[in-house]
Each structure stands twice: as structure tokens, then as C-alpha cells.
């Protein structure tokens, strides 16, 4: 074989074990910095059938009732928790 194409194989190889390790932690930094907000959780989920499904979702202390469809998402009923009793996610009694 060729040294100059042996030299090149080896030159290609070196770039791309350094340039892999760079690509993965920037993906991780830039996916660190954009996940926006975190006070929007899915508390429930009971799945329907193929691709249906309710959702209870709970964002700035109230919680949605969700009808999702591939073809569109309702809201069936919203509750504020202050007045519904829950507390820190549970019912009380």
C-alpha cells in the first residue's frame, strides 16, 4: 500500500476521535441549556386504544384533564389544587 494513503487513513481516524467526544458534549450542553421550564409535569397517563390516551398534567399548581388523539388534543377539565383539597399531589381525606 501507500504511506500516503496509510498517513491519510490515520489522519481521518485521529479527527474523528477527536471531533466525536467535542460533538456529544455540545449536544449535551445545548440540550442542558434549552429543556426550558420544569414546573410542568405529567402526573397520570391511562392509554385508550391505539394512539389515544387521557393525560392528567399539572403546571403552575393546576392540573389538566387531557383528551389526546393523533389528530388533536382536548382539554376535558382543569382544578386548581388550592381548592380541590390535593395536597403536594395526593388527596387527602
Given at each position: 500500500?501507500?504511506?500516503?494513503?496509510?498517513?491519510?487513513?490515520?489522519?481521518?481516524?485521529?479527527?474523528?476521535?477527536l471531533l466525536a467526544p467535542?460533538?456529544?458534549?455540545a449536544a449535551r450542553w445545548y440540550g442542558r441549556r434549552h429543556t426550558g421550564s420544569t414546573n410542568?409535569?405529567?402526573?397520570?397517563?391511562?392509554?385508550?386504544?391505539?394512539?389515544?390516551?387521557?393525560?392528567?398534567?399539572e403546571w403552575d399548581k393546576r392540573r389538566y384533564l387531557l383528551g389526546v388523539t393523533p389528530q388533536a388534543i382536548t382539554l376535558i377539565d382543569s382544578v386548581d389544587q388550592s381548592d380541590s383539597g390535593l395536597k403536594n399531589g395526593e388527596e387527602t381525606s
Open positions: 500500500m501507500d504511506t500516503e494513503l496509510i498517513l491519510g487513513l490515520v489522519r481521518v481516524i485521529v479527527v474523528l476521535a467535542a460533538v456529544y458534549w410542568l409535569q405529567i402526573r397520570e397517563v391511562l392509554p385508550l386504544g391505539v394512539n389515544r390516551a387521557l393525560y392528567v398534567i
